[in-house]
C-alpha cells in the first residue's frame, strides 16, 4: 500500500502534469487557415523571454498557451474593431492520451492573478508542431463584423473576408464545427444561438492585386549555430568572430544574453515562415548539446571560445 505521503505526490503529479478536458486558444484567423492548411498547430519556442524560460520543462522546448475557460483573461473581451479574432476549442484530453503534457500555469504570478484570472493551461513539447491539428481541433470561432463600414478600411477587410471564406471551406471539409459571430458580446460568450448563417454573409470581394513576394531573409540563427560546431576561429563567419570578440567575456556575457533573448522573441510564432523555421532548426542544434535555455548556450560558448573569461 503506498503510504499518504506517496500517494500526494503522485496526486498532485497527476494534477500538475496534465491540462483541461477542453482548452481554449486565441489567434488570428490567418494563423487558423494556416493551421487547416498545413494541418499542423506551430508551438512557440519557450526560449527568450525570462519568464517563459522559468516556466520550461525539462526536455520540452516548445509550447501553446491554451486557457482552460472560454472567459479566460489572454482573450476576453474583444472589441467590435477585432474581426478576425478566433477561439478554437481543442481536445485537451485527447492530446493528453496522446502523449502530450501540460500544466496550469500562474505566468505573471499571484500578484497579477488577484486582478486578472489568467487560467493558462500550457500544452509543452520536445517538437515544434502539433499534428495533424484537426484530430485536436472541436470548433472554430470566428469574429467578423458584417455590419462594420468598409470604407473605413477596405483593404483589411477585403483580406480577412478571403481568408474567411478559405477558412471555412476547410473547417467543414474537416468536420470541424465552424461558427461566426458578428456581435462582440456573443462571441465573447461563445453564444451559438447567435451566431450569423454564412448563407446570409456577403463573402464576396473584388479580384486581388498580385502582391510583392519577398525572398527568404539571411538565417539570424546561422552565427549561433557556428559557434556550437565549429573549433577553430578562423573559421568563423564575420559575425561569428564578433560574437566571440564582443559578447563572451565575463562582462559581456549578460549583454549577449539580452541581445539573443531579443531575436528568438522576434522568431517565435507568428513571425514569417522562414524565420521561425530558422529558430526551430537552432533549438535543434541546442538539444544535440544538452543545451535548454539561453544561458546555458552562453555560458558554453564562454567556456569554450573565451576559456579564460569563464566564471
Request: with cysteine; hydrophobic share 35%; net charge positive.
Amino acid at each position: 500500500m503506498l503510504n499518504n505521503t506517496t500517494a500526494l505526490q503522485r496526486i498532485k503529479y497527476y494534477i500538475e502534469a496534465r491540462v483541461s478536458d477542453i482548452l481554449y486558444h486565441s489567434t488570428g484567423i490567418w494563423n487558423v487557415l494556416s493551421m487547416l492548411e498545413e494541418n499542423k498547430i506551430a508551438l512557440t519556442s519557450s526560449l527568450g523571454t525570462g519568464a517563459d524560460a522559468q516556466q520550461q520543462s525539462k526536455g520540452k522546448y516548445f509550447f501553446l498557451s491554451t486557457t482552460r475557460s472560454k472567459l479566460g483573461q489572454y482573450h476576453f473581451p474583444i472589441s467590435k474593431h477585432q474581426a478576425g479574432t478566433c477561439l478554437i476549442v481543442l481536445d485537451g484530453r485527447q492530446l493528453m492520451l496522446d502523449g502530450f503534457s501540460g500544466k496550469p500555469v500562474d505566468y505573471w504570478g499571484p500578484e497579477y492573478k488577484r486582478s486578472k484570472n489568467e487560467m493558462e493551461d500550457r500544452i509543452v513539447s520536445s517538437k515544434s508542431e502539433i499534428k495533424p491539428a484537426t484530430k485536436y481541433i472541436k470548433e472554430i470561432h470566428i469574429f467578423f463584423d458584417t455590419k462594420e463600414d468598409r470604407s473605413r478600411d477596405q483593404y483589411r477587410l477585403d483580406n480577412i473576408t478571403r481568408v474567411l471564406r478559405k477558412t471555412l471551406l476547410l473547417g467543414k471539409k474537416n468536420g470541424i464545427g465552424m461558427f461566426v459571430y458578428d456581435d462582440p458580446q456573443a462571441f465573447n460568450l461563445l453564444n451559438k444561438a447567435k451566431t450569423v448563417s454564412v448563407a446570409d454573409m456577403n463573402l464576396e470581394t473584388p479580384p486581388q492585386e498580385p502582391g510583392w513576394v519577398r525572398g527568404k531573409r539571411q538565417d539570424t540563427f546561422a552565427p549561433y549555430t557556428e559557434l556550437l560546431y565549429k573549433t577553430d576561429k578562423s573559421q568563423l563567419s564575420k559575425y561569428a568572430k564578433q560574437i566571440v570578440d564582443r559578447h563572451l567575456g565575463l562582462w559581456s556575457k549578460n549583454e549577449f544574453r539580452t541581445i539573443m533573448e531579443s531575436d528568438i522573441h522576434n522568431h517565435r510564432s507568428g513571425a514569417r515562415g522562414d524565420d521561425q523555421a530558422n529558430l526551430v532548426k537552432f533549438i535543434n542544434h541546442m538539444k544535440k548539446f544538452k543545451l535548454a535555455t539561453v544561458k546555458d548556450y552562453i555560458e558554453a560558448m564562454v567556456k569554450k571560445w573565451n576559456p579564460n573569461n569563464y566564471a
